[in-house]
C-alpha cells in the first residue's frame, strides 16, 4: 500500500469513531474503559509470566543468588486493569468527580483572580469563570448523568472537526 493512502485510512477510521462515538455516546463509555483496563493488564500479565518463567526456570541455588524481586508494579497493573474492566462505570463517576472539582476550583480561582487584579474589569470578564464554576457545581450535583455523554459527543465533534481539518490540509497538499 502507498504511502499517501494512510492519512485517507486514519480519517475515515477517525470519521467512523467520530459518527459512533455522537450516535451512541453511552455505551462507547463502557468500551473505553475495557479498552484502559487491557492497556493496564496486558503488560501487568506480561510481566508476571516473565518473572515466573525466570524463576522457575533456575535452580534453587540460582534463585537464592538471584537479584530479581517480586514485581509489585506488574501486579498493581494487573490488578488496576482488572478492577477498571470490572468497575467501569464506579471509574468514570470518581473521574466525572475528580474533573468537576478542577472545574469549580479553577473558575473560583479565576473570579479571584479578576477581582483582586488593579485595573477595573468589566463585568465580561466573569462570565467564562462564572460558567466554569456553575458546570463543576452542575456536575458535581448529578455525575453520572450529564458527563459522560457530554465528554463522548464533545470527542465525537472533534474526532470530525479533525477529519474535516485534514481533508483541508490533503487538498491544500494535493494541489
Avoid at 496486558?42 to 508476571?48: M, S, T
Avoid at 455523554?149 to 491544500?172: D, K, Q, S
Amino acid at each position: 500500500m502507498k504511502a499517501t493512502y494512510y492519512p485517507i485510512i486514519r480519517i475515515v477510521f477517525t470519521l467512523i469513531v467520530g459518527i459512533f462515538m455522537i450516535i451512541s455516546p453511552s455505551s462507547i463509555l463502557s468500551y473505553i474503559a475495557i479498552i484502559i483496563g487491557l492497556l493496564l493488564l496486558i503488560p501487568g500479565i506480561v510481566q508476571l509470566l516473565r518473572y515466573a518463567i525466570i524463576r522457575f526456570q533456575r535452580n534453587h541455588r540460582d534463585r537464592r543468588n538471584s537479584s530479581i524481586k517480586f514485581p509489585v508494579l506488574p501486579t498493581a497493573c494487573a490488578v488496576t486493569g482488572i478492577l477498571i474492566i470490572v468497575f467501569w462505570k464506579e471509574v468514570v463517576k470518581i473521574f466525572s468527580i475528580v474533573l468537576a472539582s478542577s472545574l469549580l476550583l479553577a473558575g473560583i480561582y479565576e473570579i479571584m483572580m479578576i477581582a483582586r487584579s488593579a485595573n477595573r474589569n468589566k463585568l465580561g470578564y466573569y462570565v467564562l469563570p462564572a460558567l466554569l464554576t456553575l458546570l463543576g457545581v452542575f456536575i458535581l450535583i448529578n455525575p453520572l448523568d450529564l458527563l459522560p455523554n457530554v465528554i463522548v459527543i464533545m470527542f465525537g465533534v472533534g474526532a470530525i472537526i479533525y477529519c474535516i481539518n485534514e481533508i483541508i490540509y490533503l487538498a491544500r497538499i494535493g494541489k
